[in-house]
């Protein structure tokens, strides 16, 4: 199979199958021999497509006045995709491909349907989506970020600010490694990697983070050494809100796959930290992990946050919990279509289950940070304040980001402020008896 070929397996399974982005397409690469090209090539067409695809539909549908198979409609979108964002590739290379794959898998009649949209699209001015009469709807096509999404983040950030959230959602996403101080210091491993080849820079957003440019990180190595971890800089602020000190015992509630409770072990050489997960499947994930990074003190095992009878109490919780996971759009861009408003009251009561259930395995004195990965005020300061209010012994703990110049109980770190993923993170306190 060739890459378009390829890429049209891939954006079936992500769209129509319910498959995860970066496993569907790590599976494609892993089981296919590519050159670099052509893995750059196949993870454009399918990330581009799925992350515009509210503009194709903008775009294209003028153009189809029949019903389509869905395989028929794929095709044309990342074909479409390929036309008004890929330049170097020529529109009739592209259209030409597709109907050779649409005559591979339907015949002559299903390839003429897909030459003739295609044709008619290639041959006419692009549809001004500045011609939407509504702020919203205008904002929706040009971002592809559905209107519920939109009108969430109007309500609280405005107009202007759900254009700056929604664009930079869209924007590529900048790739960190989180250094592992346990085994080498910041300054050695940029050395390292720098002479290895590797295009690197430290990142003034965290002492322990580095800017990586370009895809074969992963290939070197000091990361099967343990050297570093993937993460992203707003997942590593949990840990400068936590504060692990020697000697403290941590839970990580909601563990898989694991990158905050072992930020928090590799800065303590003494202590103990319990990674839990309900999910069993991904136990054995955490703990590879922790043993690439040759850490120790550990202990990783499956436990419902909600109700798990966990056997000690903890100096430190974390509660890295299930969400919408709206603010890693760019990294899975499908999350914007698969999420509906439907999804955040159950959502909601799941957060605060896992809230009030955990806080009684926290010491008196002892810290407990809330975070997620979206950007949505239900599942972010609503939650906050409604676990603060139904719990007497907890309270707000402020704590700093100098990076982002923050000091405060709570921050929702939005994507535009520093190129990070949008995060929101609380620190609580339990009272001393």
Known sequence: MNVRELALEAYTQITDGGGYSNIVMNDIIKNNEMESADRGLLTEIVYGTISKRLTIEFYITPYIKTKLKRWQKSLIYISVYQIVWLERVPNYAVI?????????????????VVNGVLRNFERNPLRDIQKVKKDLSRLSI???????????WQTHHGIEGAGEIARALNAHPEMYIRTNTSVISREE?????????HDVEESDLHPDAIKVRGGEILRSPFYRQGYFSIQDISSMLVNTALEPAYGDVILDACSAPGGKGLHALEKISTGHVDLSDIHAHKIPLIKAQ???LDLENFNVFQGDATTHDYSRTYDRIIVDAPCSGLGVIRRKPEIRYERTSNDIEPLVELQ?????????YLKPGGILIYSTCTIHQMENENVAYTFNKQNDDMEFDPFSIDALDFEGPFKQILPQEAGTDGFFIARFRKKEK
């Open 352 to 360: 605060l289950d896992i809230l009030n259930h955990v806080k009684n």
């Open 96 to 112: 030409n491909e597709a109907v050779d794959i649409a005559k591979n898998i339907g015949g002559p009649g299903h390839a003429n």
């Open 290 to 292: 922790a043993d690439r």
């Open 189 to 197: 491993l940029l050395e390292k990697l720098q002479i290895d080849g």
């Open 142 to 152: 040009e971002t592809s970020i559905p209107l519920w999404i939109l009108k969430q």
